[in-house]
């Protein structure tokens, strides 16, 4: 399992990295570059295996961007994206086992997105549409659990008995996995790019121990992230076609 999730990373990596010299190769060229920062909320679980039922825990995402376009092939414009991010994981319980207790568990991260992006429609005046899709790597901060309801807060009727989780850092400090999303920007040739997007995060790396001595079997973050972003531009490919 473990050879297979860093096969698929490092297939997505290299991906992400070959895609800009690679794309220089044909089509219309660019040099553009641009930076800036984006802001938005994570809505976020973890997949446990045995399950823990859950609901939706949300915790906000922030961070600087900086994006590199280097082609336009035919309708389609090239760029890679790399991002530092802090951004808040973890899961919320949905505790009905009759005692009242509530539970989740706030993991914090530094992100590192490495992303490839194909937008369609205007550079730098009006609207384009993208997707975004590429490898993400993650370094725990810390986490804070929180326990609330009836005092005293009792987990030991749990209805599947799955209580490893309380009270418990993680085995594993490094988080990595793959981010795919779509969004929107609208262009100023003098006020810069202003982003609206949504992503998924599926990770593949497990925050337990998953190995045969390890209570589970899986214990991967995921999240459904929106987001607004705003970028400037520092280099401009000098073309007077470009709209």
């Known amino acids: 399992m473990w050879n297979s999730k860093r096969t698929l990373f490092s297939v997505l990596f290299t991906a992400a990295l070959a895609a800009l010299p690679a794309s220089a190769q044909v089509g219309?060229?660019?040099?553009?570059?641009?930076?800036?920062?984006?802001?938005?909320?994570?809505?976020?679980?973890?997949s446990f295996k045995p399950t823990i039922k859950q609901g939706t825990l949300n915790g906000p995402s922030f961070g600087a961007t900086v994006r590199y376009t280097c082609e336009k092939y035919f309708t389609c414009i090239a760029a890679?994206?790399?991002?530092?991010?802090?951004?808040?994981?973890g899961w919320k319980e949905d505790i009905d086992d009759g005692s009242g207790n509530q539970y989740n568990c706030q993991l914090n991260y530094v992100q590192l997105p490495l992303l490839c992006r194909l937008g369609w429609g205007r550079e730098r005046n009006g609207a384009q549409g993208y997707i975004l899709l590429g490898p993400q790597a993650g370094f725990y901060l810390g986490k804070t659990e929180n326990y609330g309801g009836?005092?005293?807060?009792?987990?030991?009727?749990?209805?599947?008995?799955?209580?490893?989780?309380?009270?418990?850092?993680?085995?594993?400090?490094?988080?990595?996995?793959i981010a795919l999303g779509a969004g929107m920007q609208v262009s100023h040739k003098n006020l810069g790019h202003f982003l609206v997007e949504a992503r998924y995060y599926?990770?593949?790396?497990?925050?337990?121990?998953?190995?045969k001595k390890g209570f589970f079997g899986?214990?991967?973050?995921?999240?459904?992230?929106?987001?607004?972003?705003?970028?400037?531009?520092?280099?401009?490919?000098?073309?007077?076609?470009?709209?």
């Open 218 to 243: 899986r214990s991967a973050n995921s999240a459904i992230q929106v987001k607004v972003g705003y970028l400037f531009d520092i280099l401009k490919t000098k073309n007077n076609s470009i709209k």
């Open 150 to 177: 009836q005092e005293p807060w009792d987990p030991s009727n749990r209805p599947n008995n799955v209580t490893y989780q309380y009270g418990r850092d993680l085995d594993n400090t490094f988080d990595y996995g």
């Open 202 to 211: 599926y990770g593949l790396a497990d925050i337990f121990d998953s190995s």
């Open 80 to 89: 890679i994206q790399l991002e530092c991010n802090y951004s808040q994981l």
């Open 28 to 46: 219309d060229a660019r040099s553009d570059l641009a930076v800036g920062f984006s802001a938005g909320v994570n809505m976020s679980s973890v």
